[in-house]
């Protein structure tokens, strides 16, 4: 139960960092897209398509987690984990999607801060 606890709230932190770190690449790649009207259903989108790769994200963290949580150190988990998201995002890009690199970065800028927030968040509880 402790253990589930502990996941639900590694992957809220992970959903927050994967909305914040995709609300401000957007904003930052094209500033005029952000319209006070359109952010509610901005943020609707996000949560509704973030999160269940978020979750996909944060279940293969989760496993990856137990078999790292021994190290003491961060030189291990971080790589990792920026691994793991790079690898989990570019896989839908190369079988799915033209490549396009400007695309692949500003999805794959928010998927690593999530999994880096999920794992920082999870080595702290």
């Given at each position: 139960m402790i253990t589930l606890i502990k996941f639900a709230i590694s992957?809220?932190?992970?959903?927050?960092?994967?909305?914040?770190?995709?609300?401000l690449i957007s904003y930052i790649s094209h500033p005029s897209f952000i319209h006070p009207n359109i952010v509610l259903g901005f943020i609707k989108m996000i949560v509704t398509y973030g999160s269940i790769p978020t979750l996909v994200a944060c279940l293969i963290g989760e496993v990856l987690y137990r078999?790292?949580?021994r190290c003491r150190e961060f030189q291990f988990g971080i790589p990792v984990?920026?691994?793991?998201?790079?690898?989990?995002t570019l896989i839908p890009f190369l079988f799915l999607f033209p490549f396009n690199f400007s695309h692949f970065f500003d999805f794959v800028a928010p998927v690593i801060m999530g999994a880096l927030s999920f794992y920082l968040v999870r080595r702290k509880i």
């Open positions: 992957y809220a932190a992970s959903l927050f960092a994967f909305i914040f770190g995709w609300f078999k790292i949580k984990f920026i691994g793991l998201a790079v690898i989990y």
